[in-house]
C-alpha cells in the first residue's frame, strides 16, 4: 500500500524558512516523478513544484520561482520542498502527492495527508 | 489556460450528478484530465485519471470523459450515496503549467 507522510510544518515569523519532508513507502520510489501540491485555508489547490524520478529535473510554479527548492533523496525514499523568504500568502497545508509512470511530473495518484504551515508574526 | 468549474452541484442519493470542468484556452483533448476528491476535512484520492481511468479501488460509479466542441471534461457519478458528498477538483497541463480548476462542492441530500 502506496503511504506517504509528510513532517516539517509549523508556525513560522514572515521572513523565515522551513524544510517540508515526505517519507515513502509501498512502491518503488526511484521510479516515480513527485510532486507538491498546496491548499491555502478555505482555498482550491495550487501546484507548487515537481521532480523527475531521478532527480534531475524539477518545475516549479511561477509564484515560487527563487524561493522554494524541490529535491528528493532516492536512497532513503524521501521528498523534500525547502521554503525560504515565507509570506502570509505561503500559509497553507502542503501535500505530497506522487505522480504515475504513465505522465510523470503531470498528473497525480497518491496524496499524502499534508503538513500545515502557517506564516504569521 | 484555465479550467472553470461550477462551484456546486447537489443531488439526491442514488441518482446520477455530473461535474463539468472547462478549458478556456488549448484544446481539452490534447492533454489529460484527471480528477480529486477531497472529503471534508480530508486529504485526497484520485477517482479519474488520463480522462476515462478509474484507479483500483474507486467504484464503478465514477466516470469521465471528453468532449471536445464543448472544450470539457466531465465527471459522472451515478449511483450517489452520501459518501460522495465532497469537494472534486479537475486537472490538466501544458508544456508550462500544472492547472486545477476551483474545485466544486458535491452535496448529497
Known amino acids: 500500500e502506496v503511504h506517504l507522510l509528510e513532517s516539517g510544518g509549523g508556525l513560522v515569523q514572515p521572513g523565515g524558512s522551513l524544510r517540508l519532508s515526505c517519507a515513502c513507502s509501498?512502491?518503488?520510489?526511484?521510479?516515480?516523478?513527485m510532486n507538491w501540491v498546496r491548499q491555502a485555508p478555505g482555498k482550491g489547490l495550487e501546484w507548487v513544484a515537481s521532480?523527475?524520478?531521478?532527480?534531475?529535473?524539477?518545475h516549479l510554479a511561477d509564484p515560487v520561482k527563487g524561493r522554494f527548492t524541490i529535491s528528493r533523496d532516492n536512497s532513503n525514499h524521501t521528498l523534500f520542498l525547502q521554503i525560504n523568504n515565507l509570506t502570509a500568502e505561503d500559509t497553507a497545508i502542503y501535500f505530497c502527492a506522487q505522480s504515475p509512470p504513465s505522465s510523470p511530473m503531470l498528473t497525480l495518484a497518491f496524496w499524502g495527508q499534508g503538513s500545515l504551515v502557517t506564516v504569521s508574526p | 489556460f484555465m479550467l472553470t468549474q461550477p462551484h456546486s452541484v447537489s443531488e439526491s442519493p442514488g441518482m446520477t450528478v455530473t461535474i463539468s470542468c472547462t478549458r478556456s484556452?488549448?484544446?481539452?483533448?490534447?492533454?489529460?484530465v484527471q480528477w480529486y476528491q477531497q472529503r471534508p476535512g480530508t486529504s485526497l484520492i484520485t477517482v479519474i485519471y488520463?480522462?476515462?481511468?478509474?484507479p483500483s479501488g474507486v467504484p464503478d460509479r465514477f466516470s469521465g470523459s471528453i468532449d471536445s466542441p464543448s472544450n470539457s471534461a466531465s465527471l459522472t457519478i451515478s449511483g450517489l450515496r452520501t459518501e460522495d458528498e465532497a469537494d472534486y477538483y479537475c486537472?490538466?497541463?501544458?508544456?508550462?503549467?500544472?492547472?486545477f480548476g476551483g474545485g466544486t462542492r458535491l452535496t448529497v441530500l
Open positions: 509501498g512502491f518503488t520510489f526511484n521510479n516515480h516523478a
Open positions: 488520463e480522462d476515462h481511468q478509474r
Open positions: 484556452s488549448g484544446s481539452i483533448d490534447s492533454n489529460y
Open positions: 486537472q490538466s497541463y501544458d508544456g508550462t503549467s500544472r492547472v
Open positions: 521532480i523527475s524520478a531521478s532527480g534531475g529535473r524539477t
